[in-house]
T-cell receptor, first 114, second 110 residues
Framework: SQTIHQWPATLVQPVGSPLSLECTVE??????LYWYRQAAGRGLQLLFY??????ISSEVPQNLSASRPQDRQFILSSKKLLLSDSGFYLC?????????????FGEGSRLTVL | KNQVEQSPQSLIILEGKNCTLQ??????????LRWYKQDTGRGPVSLTI?????NTKSNGRYTATLDADTKQSSLHITASQLSDSASYIC?????????FGKGTMLLVSP
């Protein structure tokens, strides 16, 4: 069966420090991968998605970047964190691109920027 | 603009009672509608997924309905349990987009 792992689960970082959140999927090949951010009282916001190695699409211009160095690995990064980067980050995968496929989420990473 | 509106924003019910959550959407074209359950501090977990031709779908004590004509969906929870306390998110899929509602926060009280 397929599983998705995301880490770290919680992170407290000072303003201006770098960030790296990692996500890996097991049990499937060539998944579509996504990074979402969830702010309190707001819906999930799509940040990045990837349909293959090295292919990254950004939905919202911001202080963050994403990379996909391997088929089942998706990394969310920042060179210098801002206070506004605080939030709950979710990695997800689907077997098909577009909106029709089932979406499976990781457990999330809570980022607090101080 | 594609939008998904959920109501109520939050809800408190007694254990054992039933409740119904609402989802209205303006997504077009429409592919499917999903309900997710998200426990606090965890990732969302899929409860149901319905296509245009499906009017109702059940998953245990959870029953989702869809009226594609009025663009409305509901999630009915029967005989609520303390473990049902969570945020319930309605997600509507177009052919290449996903639009998320803000969720309904449900608290089941003993």
């Amino acid at each position: 069966s397929q599983t998705i792992h995301q880490w770290p689960a919680t992170l407290v970082q000072p303003v201006g420090s770098p960030l790296s959140l990692e996500c890996t999927v097991e049990g499937t090949s060539n998944p579509n991968l996504y990074w979402y951010r969830q702010a309190a009282g707001r819906g999930l916001q799509l940040l990045f998605y990837s349909v293959g190695i090295g292919q990254i699409s950004s939905e919202v211009p911001q202080n963050l970047s994403a990379s996909r160095p391997q088929d089942r690995q998706f990394i969310l990064s920042s060179k210098k964190l801002l206070l506004s980067d605080s939030g709950f980050y979710l990695c997800a995968w689907s077997a098909t691109s577009g909106g029709a496929g089932e979406l499976f989420f990781g457990e999330g990473s809570r980022l607090t920027v101080l | 603009k594609n939008q998904v509106e959920q109501s109520p924003q939050s809800l408190i019910i007694l254990e054992g009672k039933n409740c119904t959550l609402q989802c209205n959407y303006t997504v077009s074209p429409f592919s499917n509608l999903r309900w997710y359950k998200q426990d606090t501090g965890r990732g969302p977990v899929s409860l149901t997924i319905m296509t245009f031709s499906e009017n109702t779908k059940s998953n245990g004590r959870y029953t989702a309905t869809l009226d594609a004509d009025t663009k409305q969906s509901s999630l009915h929870i029967t005989a609520s349990q303390l473990s049902d306390s969570a945020s319930y998110i309605c997600v509507v899929s177009g052919y290449s987009t996903l639009t998320f509602g803000k969720g309904t926060m449900l608290l089941v009280s003993p």
